[in-house]
């Protein structure tokens, strides 16, 4: 709760609860000048922002700033109504023709930062009728495109907002003659669970009719409740009907945002409104503050020379996490539950009935293991030594869980023997978040090694309460590589390098190395033709943590890969208001990616904010001035877009389209868009062209990695929203294309 405030409103304060949280209330009548104000109520007539003669501060500023605007003139009282409040009116915006000031303008309150209820009415109870009315509360629209009619005259609405910036705002942006009757503020507790803020943004407009919503949130009580989480919580509508669209609601591994994607590509130049109710809870039962926003989509794409087919129903009933072919030519799909699946793959592409291998199970039963028998396993990686007659198959193994998982519980195995039943665990005590951060994928390099991603413990490399307060390790956040030749002949390997363990990535014999850092939670990655591994990663929510620079450094700071760290020293960043965007990353050895990591002496969150100007992937809670990581691999960093959830990886092979997509890199989005996108590889790695809405490659549900048929070039993706496997088949290019 926040301390005991000053009352500042124009009707004042009173102080409620155990904390002295204050709730605040205020009541504004616009109007003429000439109108007294009904009982309860302030008069506005259009002054600009500045102290008022009763010791509080509110009024007019110019559109989209903070400098004061005089909007006297603008107030008028048409009469002909009971309610004194609706019957006047002050013109936020007013046309060129009409007496009073036609410079547009927004409405502002001094208040404590904090949450608010707030009920704003527009309209005129006069004749006109020429208005189109819209009114946005903080980052929140309460009315969008009112038109009035001889019947309806006013639209009136209800929002809550949370004001971080001492200033309530009202604003018609997007509106034509918007006219304000009255607003009503309530202050409320602090506490509650909210939407911090909207992707589309409000009032967007060109967004992609492919396009996702997803809202970063405030969770001061822990992670969104999932189960809580649906299409009647969370709300899309067309807003000239009201028309709700069919879409899939769901949330991060984290916890921490919410998506929803509808099922079918939204109308071109079409508004809608998403809306968050309190029917939303957080794990703690705390129901979220209503949220609701309007944006309107661009053009429908126009298609092209390349298209897919999707077919449905090739495998189904498992949640399936990755794919891949083995060199006797089937489809191995693992699972969150420890099964690995092995399928014949007919001549169409279709999949034949699998084999279910039990080894990871049955070993995590003989182990012991916590949750057995289920397992998490995702990566996936034949050994190059496999043959069609013994393949051997490489596999990551996790807790089998997404809620306070054990720390130190990954692993790696090999499983080999007929049906794959022998399981020889190789490596040990990996780091694993309280979450889904945990040893994801795998990927045999050029050179034999055995590359894999080992996800961040925390948001944003310092510890946070929504990750269980878990610091960095040091081989978390990381792409890692285990050199096969280096294993000793008594396995497995314990890697667990701190918390009681000892074990030393450095040291000239390690097995398993630290390849890259600041790769905070790569599903994927993978090897292109061209010696490029390129990595895509999830970026942060909103809220998390970034860690201080000390002083003195710690011991870590002389053996940094690039020599002793002089620099920069960086403050805290607490509760970030900021989420990053998602990455694909062109990984080289020995080069940060933007994840700090205390324990191996990087402090500085991605681009950290170098000048005043915008920055590649700036932190905006930096000072201005804060240079980068002197190690971080700008040039290898690629936007793969915000909350993309950018997971799956594969280099498309083949002369399907007559070759328009051969060498291009396949990236699935599990959250925004749930698609995939595709970039144009450039001849010296480079990335470009992100490329989206392409046919067939939309309205997927939940989809997490990709793999391609070597010998037909089929794709195939697994989509954890509905337990299936779905195949990619070149379509038929039509005439002219």
């Known amino acids: 709760m926040r301390a005991l405030l000053v009352a500042l409103l124009v009707l004042g304060s009173q102080v409620v609860g155990v904390a002295q949280a204050v709730v605040l209330t205020a009541r504004v009548n616009f109007s003429d000048q000439a109108t007294t104000p009904p009982s309860g109520y302030a008069r506005d007539f259009g002054e600009p922002y500045g102290l008022r003669a009763n010791g509080q501060t509110y009024g007019w500023v110019a559109l989209g700033t903070t400098t004061p605007l005089s909007l006297v003139g603008n107030g008028r009282n ?40 707030v009920t ?17 509360v903080e980052d929140q629209n309460a009315v969008a495109a009112f038109k009035p009619t001889s019947a309806v005259k006013h639209a009136v609405a209800t929002r809550v907002v949370t004001v971080t910036d001492g200033r309530l705002t009202l604003s018609p942006r997007g509106g034509t003659n918007t006219k304000l009757n009255y607003v009503d503020v309530d202050g409320l507790p602090e506490g509650s669970p909210s939407v911090r803020a909207v992707t589309p943004a409000n009032l967007a407009t060109g967004v992609a009719p492919t396009s996702s919503v997803v ?52 109308a071109a130049s079409t508004q809608y409104r998403f809306s968050v109710t309190e029917a939303v809870r957080d794990v703690a039962g705390n129901a979220f503050q209503p949220f609701s926003s309007v944006f309107t989509t661009g053009t429908a794409g126009g298609g092209g020379p390349v298209a897919f087919e999707q077919v449905f129903g090739v495998a189904t009933g498992a949640p399936f996490t990755s794919v891949a072919f083995g060199p006797d030519g089937r489809l191995y799909a693992a699972t969150f539950t420890g099964h690995v699946h092995r399928f014949p793959v007919n001549a169409d592409g279709t999949l034949g009935a699998a084999t279910v291998i039990t080894s990871v199970r049955d070993h995590a039963v003989a182990a012991g293991l916590p949750g057995a028998p289920n397992r998490t396993v995702i990566g996936l990686a034949f050994d190059p030594a496999s043959t069609p007659s013994a393949p051997v198959l490489w596999v990551t193994d996790n807790y089998g869980g997404t809620s306070n998982a054990p720390d130190w519980s990954g692993k790696i195995a090999r499983l080999s023997g007929p049906d794959l039943g022998t399981y020889t665990e190789v490596v040990t005590d990996l780091p694993r978040s309280v979450k889904d951060h945990e040893t994801n994928s795998l990927a045999f390099g050029p050179d034999g090694g055995l590359y894999l991603t080992q996800g961040s413990m925390n948001a944003m490399g310092a510890p946070d309460t929504t990750w269980g307060n878990r610091p960095e390790h040091l081989l978390s956040a990381a792409v890692l590589k285990l050199h096969p030749a280096r294993l000793p002949a008594s396995l497995p390997v314990n890697v667990r390098t701190e918390a009681g ?70 403050p805290a960043v607490t509760n970030n208001p900021q989420a990053e965007t998602d990455y694909v990353f062109d990984v080289k050895p ?14 500085v969150l991605a681009g950290g904010n170098p000048t005043s100007g915008t920055d590649p992937f700036q932190t905006d809670a930096y000072p201005v001035g804060t240079a980068p990581d002197r190690n971080l691999d700008l040039a290898g960093t690629y936007d793969a877009g915000l909350h993309a959830s950018a997971n799956g990886v594969v280099e498309y092979r083949g002369t399907a389209f007559g070759g328009r997509l051969d060498g291009r890199l396949l990236v699935v989005r599990y959250s925004s868009g749930q698609d995939i996108q595709y970039f144009d590889v450039g001849p010296t790695g480079a990335l470009s062209n992100r490329t989206t809405g392409t046919p067939g490659m939309t309205g997927f549900n939940q989809p997490l990695d990709i ?31």
């Open 590 to 603: 020995g080069r940060y990616y933007g994840h700090p990591a205390p324990v191996r002496c990087e402090w």
């Open 215 to 266: 809202a970063d949130l405030r969770l001061p009580a822990g992670a969104v409740d999932p189960a809580t989480l649906s299409s009647t919580a969370v709300r899309l509508t067309r807003v000239s009907d009201g028309a709700a669209v069919p879409a899939n609601v769901i949330t991060s591994g984290g916890g921490d945002v919410i998506n929803v994607s509808p099922l079918a590509p939204l």
């Open 501 to 570: 363990g000892s074990y030393n990535p450095y040291a000239a014999s390690a097995p398993l190395t630290i390849h890259a850092t600041g790769v905070r939670n790569a599903y994927d990655l993978h090897w292109h033709r061209n010696g490029h591994l390129y990595v895509p990663t999830n970026g942060s929510a909103a809220g998390g943590n970034a860690p201080a620079t000390p002083s003195p450094l710690p011991a870590s700071c002389a053996s940094r890969p690039d020599g002793p760290y002089t620099g920069p020293a960086v």
């Open 707 to 737: 793999a391609q048929s070597p010998a037909t070039g089929h794709l195939y993706v697994t989509e954890l929203g509905a337990n299936r496997i779905t195949l990619l088949r070149p379509a038929p290019v039509t005439a002219g294309g």
């Open 120 to 136: 704003v009415a527009v309209g005129d109870a006069g004749t006109a009728v020429d208005s189109t009315h819209y009114l946005n």
């Open 78 to 117: 048409r009469g002909g109504t009971g309610d004194v409040r609706l019957a006047t009116l002050v013109h936020a915006q007013l046309p060129a023709s009409s007496p009073g000031v036609a410079t547009p303008g927004s409405w502002e309150l001094a208040v404590p930062s904090g949450s608010y209820r």
